[in-house]
């Protein structure tokens, strides 16, 4: 998924992540706050993992694959991918891993590079050299070996992030990419950072009790009340219009079940000519219960010199019967969804729905508050933890603007984990959105006029482009699986 898609979502609502397992442990150790340093010039903006407190600057145009996987004693937490012309592929991973007790860090690349003589038979190791990392005791090895009768290149960066546990940056590539990957390499490790915990675990632990009550509180009659008339927003790049996205609200049944229904649809026409139509639907019982979403995002990827208009899906989807929940993601046009493991939801469980109403549910908006939920991440088929925080009245926000005339501002933030910069959305007395914002992405209200004189062309060109393309991938999906998708 873009940055666009996920901040698209992030900044419109107030949306919240779990500990399905714990964030490294820090306590004692100096390290960097939330992106303080400068940006490595020529890579990617930073990818922040909040639950896990580190920022790394992906290569230009490489995949970005967050993950929570167990990979023997390493904890995968994130892959980058870059496909190379003749199907082989660079690869650069985060992972964490815990050790019994502290070690020089010369004697853990020993440790390592001995490892990976067993692990290949006839590896290579070229060179292994302890230094600083992100302002910590760290090292870099370089080995090579021999795999399906090809030559790879491995480097490691090893980082201690305190109390025996370690960040590992592994880069794998073809070995002839040996001069431009090193460099590269040393680029992507130099934008690495440790981030300072924004809410100690004492104060995680009381949000996500105070969450657990609020939830709790919510009622039937509250939920209806709750409902929001439709909002239309612009969405803004650096200060240019993009796009926008329209929120309905509205009390619907399902399967014989009383509840609420949430849609959202959007477009955006981004700088790099890529056109994006976003589909949400998230339906949620009145006893807090059943819930069921569909999440769909379609890109259009203009044609290039050497590749034709192709299209891009996104499609999550989940199921949830009381404190069960299934799942699936499709990431792939031409691929079948891939299933997750059922969860068995925790009390602090935020559904979907709840996300996009909470500014009206809390009740009065002028008390400040801290609220900890776990939310459900496809991207890591995973629950994650988030803390929103309630800052009440404001006099002034972001862009500028000075509120008069008696109208009164709130401002609502919500972060990631314990790490992780804030995203900001500030909301009238109703609720109603006034802005919201992360990074250069804004969000802020608009009329229907406008975007149809922006907007309508273009979307109905794309529309009927999308529906030519989707139609041809139906054929293709009927003949490699004999079905449609």
């Not at 802020?444 to 060109?461: D, G, H, I, Q, Y």
Request: proline residues 6%.
């Amino acid at each position: 998924m873009s940055t666009l898609v996920v901040v698209v979502s992030l900044t419109y609502s107030v949306l919240a992540q779990s500990p399905a397992s714990q964030p490294v442990d820090r306590a004692g150790d100096a390290v960097a706050p939330a992106r303080s340093a400068a940006l490595i010039p020529g890579l990617e903006e930073p990818y922040i993992d909040g639950t896990y407190g580190f920022s790394i600057q992906p290569p230009p145009g490489w995949q970005i694959v967050p993950l929570r996987k167990q990979d023997k004693n390493d904890l995968v937490l994130l892959r980058m991918l870059q496909i190379l012309p003749d199907g082989r592929f660079s690869e650069i991973s985060v992972r964490q891993t815990s050790l019994p007790q502290r070690q020089p860090m010369n004697e853990l690349l020993k440790q390592r590079a001995g490892e990976l003589e067993l692990q290949f038979s006839n590896a290579k190791i070229h060179s292994q050299q302890a230094q600083p990392i992100a302002g910590r005791p760290g090292g870099c090895l370089t080995a090579s070996y021999w795999r399906e009768n090809r030559e790879h290149l491995r480097i490691e960066a090893l980082v201690d992030a305190g109390r025996r546990q370690y960040i590992r940056l592994i880069w794998v590539s073809p070995l002839e990419m040996r001069a431009e990957g090193e460099a590269l390499f040393a680029r992507v490790v130099a934008s690495f950072q440790l981030l300072r915990d924004q809410v100690t675990e004492q104060e995680l632990q009381t949000a996500l009790h105070a969450g657990q009550e609020w939830l709790e509180a919510i009622t039937a009659k509250r939920l209806h009340a709750a409902l929001l008339a439709d909002e239309l927003l612009r969405i803004a790049h650096a200060g240019k219009t993009i796009g926008f996205i329209r929120v309905q609200q509205v009390a619907e049944p399902f399967e014989k079940r009383e509840g609420v229904r949430v849609r959202e649809r959007g477009w955006t026409f981004e700088p790099d000519g890529r056109i994006r139509r976003i589909q949400n639907s998230m339906f949620l019982s009145d006893d807090l219960k059943h819930e069921r979403w569909r999440t769909s995002i379609t890109t259009l990827v203009p044609r290039r010199s050497d590749a034709l208009q192709t299209l891009e899906v996104l499609l999550e989807e989940g199921l949830r019967t009381d404190r069960y929940l299934l799942s699936n993601q499709c990431y792939d046009l031409l691929a079948p969804a891939v299933e997750n493991p059922s969860l068995t939801l925790p009390k602090t469980y935020l559904s979907r729905a709840l996300v996009r109403m909470m500014p009206r549910l809390v009740g009065d908006l002028s008390k400040t508050q801290r609220l900890g939920f776990t939310y459900f991440d496809h991207r890591k088929a995973d629950l994650v933890l988030r803390v929103v925080d309630f800052r009440g009245p404001v006099d002034s926000i972001p862009d500028g603007a000075i509120l008069s005339g008696g109208s009164r501002v709130f401002q609502i933030d919500e972060r990631e984990g314990l790490a992780s910069n804030p995203s900001e959305l500030f909301v009238d007395e109703k609720g109603r959105t006034v802005l919201a914002r992360v990074g250069k992405l804004t969000l802020t209200p608009t009329t229907e006029k406008e975007m149809e004189e922006l907007f309508l062309s273009r979307v109905t060109a794309a529309e009927a482009t999308m529906t030519e393309l989707e139609a041809q991938a139906n054929e293709a999906m009927q003949g490699r699986f004999g079905r449609k998708p």
